[in-house]
């Protein structure tokens, strides 16, 4: 609000310096043009008394309206030329309303309208980005739903018209399904609770012992670990960071739980070291192929490289996701880095002395 006075100020201050100008310039170009046609009757055609008073009169009114005409022109354009981004913004509001995603506007060369101009452009490409990506999560959800949910109402409908008889097996296919939809309802919550805004509220950070945090979590999966790769090197450096220590360990979780998922090899890579002013958890691995072109879609929410990989994981495609929103809500940043089958994940998380 405070902004838009500011301008509404600057431009009525901009409005009264033009007209203020063109009035000035108009009663100069008369005067100087008066003057020296009455110089020319005098000198010139020897034009005295009363027919010079005349032709200084009819001059004068030819003049002033050709000097009002120009004015007037110059002042329209010059008032169109300022009104035009405003009336694009009032347009543009209007289409926002409407819930509609307007056009970027032309943005003028310099002046107050330009800022003005440049925030507006900047906030319809951010309604555009979250509008764009709450589509695509909404068919997202739709897409993972829609195969349980078929499953459940196929095997509901047979047990009602008596095609099949209800047994052990069909309640167990039908509780894993109902499984997989409420997997996928908290993974999604979950990863709104991730989400900038909100975290700072709902996880507290404290000062976190990163490194028996990671090696907790290996803990954890040390079974699966030892089945999987036989040949393991860990190489965890002692840290304490300003964290939210659950955060963490589901993101360590999430990234253990794809690497077995799609492991492939039979060993493991695991380093964690002050790098400057950076601590980088590294996790080398060789598992299924990741077109190096596509690695970055890796964190993008239910994203599946391959059919295969689709069919053979049991979660919904969220977890490397919320494992972004975690490390970024520690002002961190996630990465892949992969030749195809030689993949390392990269997390790095701003180390603070305090």
Known sequence: MQHLKKYTSLLISKLIAINTLIIILVILLAALTLKDYACYLVNGKNITGAELVSSLNIFLVITSVISLFTAGMIHFLSVKKMVK????????????????????????????????????????????????????????????????????NGYLEALQNGVIDGNPKIFGSLLEESQRITRIVELISELNSWEKGIYFLEKPFTTVNVSNTL???????????????????????????????????????????????????????????????????????????IAPDKQEFIFDRFYR??????RKAEGAGLGLTITKRIVEAHNGEIWLKTNGNRHTFYLRLPFQSS
Do not use: C
């Open 85 to 152: 981004p405003i009336k694009d913004i009032s347009f543009a509001t209007k289409e926002i309303k409407e819930g509609h995603i307007p056009p970027l506007i032309e943005i003028p060369a310099s002046g107050e309208l330009k800022e003005l101009t440049t925030n507006f452009n900047n906030m319809v490409e951010t309604l555009s980005t979250i509008q764009y990506q709450r589509e695509n999560m909404l068919k997202d959800i739709a897409h993972e739903l829609r195969t349980p949910l078929t499953n459940i």
């Open 215 to 289: 090696k907790e979590t290996l803990i954890a999966f040390q079974l699966k670990l030892e089945e999987q790769f036989h040949k393991r090197q860990i190489d965890i450096d002692p840290i304490f960071l300003n964290a939210n220590q659950d955060g963490l360990r589901q993101a360590f979780t999430n990234i253990l739980q794809n690497i077995i998922d799609y492991n492939i090899g039979n060993d493991l890579w695991i380093e964690g070291k002050l790098i400057d002013k950076d601590y980088v958890i590294s996790f080398t691995h060789t598992g299924e192929y």
């Open 305 to 310: 490289m391959e059919e295969s990989r689709s």
